[in-house]
């Protein structure tokens, strides 16, 4: 009985190993693609990296795949390695074990940066100044005419579009003026918007 059961046991490994075998030599079954989708990518010079795999998705790319293959059962970790021009980009689902179909649910999300635009404010003494940045809005309150008043506007701007800072409502028996108030966000925090009332 044993001897039986020894025997079956070696013609089922060498069937087995015969199957591997095949597959291998077929190419099917022993790696996979990694790969997954892509949201909201408008920025160039996006590179995800995956071990010593890299691939760079054009602007508009709503899905991506590395070119070197994962084996089956090897772990798979994907990351950006660098983010496109003025945005950046998150992944979800990053890591994990190769199976017998391809990874697919690996997802990078991208997002424009945005930054605040933000100034001083000096010689007011009167009330209701009111500043606008397109549709945002600031009230300044009254202060010392030799005293700066920060602001900031509530609403941050996306890098790379345009704001402009200008004087929606003058104080009470003044008169303000807006310099360095317009431009293109360019990728740092606006802090220079400098309002000047008499």
């Given at each position: 009985m044993t001897s039986?059961?020894?025997?079956?046991?070696?013609?089922?490994?060498?069937?087995?190993?015969?199957?591997?075998?095949t597959l291998a030599a077929c190419g099917g079954f022993t790696s996979v693609d990694v790969g997954g989708s892509i949201t909201g990518l408008t920025g160039t010079g996006l590179v995800l990296a995956n071990g010593g795999s890299s691939v760079s998705p054009a602007p508009g790319a709503t899905r991506f795949v590395f070119p070197n293959q994962v084996a089956i059962r090897d772990p798979?970790?994907?990351?950006?390695?660098?983010?496109?021009?003025?945005?950046t980009c998150a992944v979800f689902n990053p890591s994990g074990t190769a199976g017998a179909a391809p990874v697919t649910i690996v997802a990078v999300i991208c997002s424009t940066?945005?930054?605040?635009?933000?100034?001083?404010?000096?010689?007011?003494?009167?009330?209701?100044?009111?500043?606008?940045?397109?549709?945002?809005?600031?009230?300044?309150?009254?202060?010392?005419?030799?005293?700066?008043?920060?602001?900031?506007?509530?609403?941050?701007?996306?890098?790379?579009?345009?704001?402009?800072?200008?004087?929606?409502?003058?104080?009470?028996?003044?008169?303000?003026?807006v310099a360095?108030?317009?431009?293109?966000?360019?990728?740092?925090?606006?802090?220079?918007?400098?309002?000047?009332?008499?």
């Open positions: 039986i059961t020894t025997t079956a046991r070696r013609a089922f490994a060498l069937a087995l190993a015969g199957l591997v075998s798979y970790s994907v990351s950006v390695t660098t983010q496109p021009t003025q945005q940066n945005t930054y605040s635009v933000a100034g001083t404010v000096t010689g007011l003494t009167g009330t209701n100044l009111v500043l606008t940045n397109g549709s945002d809005q600031v009230t300044i309150p009254a202060g010392d005419a030799n005293r700066k008043a920060n602001f900031v506007f509530p609403v941050p701007v996306a890098d790379g579009t345009a704001y402009g800072v200008a004087v929606l409502t003058q104080p009470a028996g003044q008169t303000c003026t360095n108030g317009s431009a293109f966000m360019g990728g740092a925090p606006v802090t220079n918007v400098s309002v000047t009332c008499q």
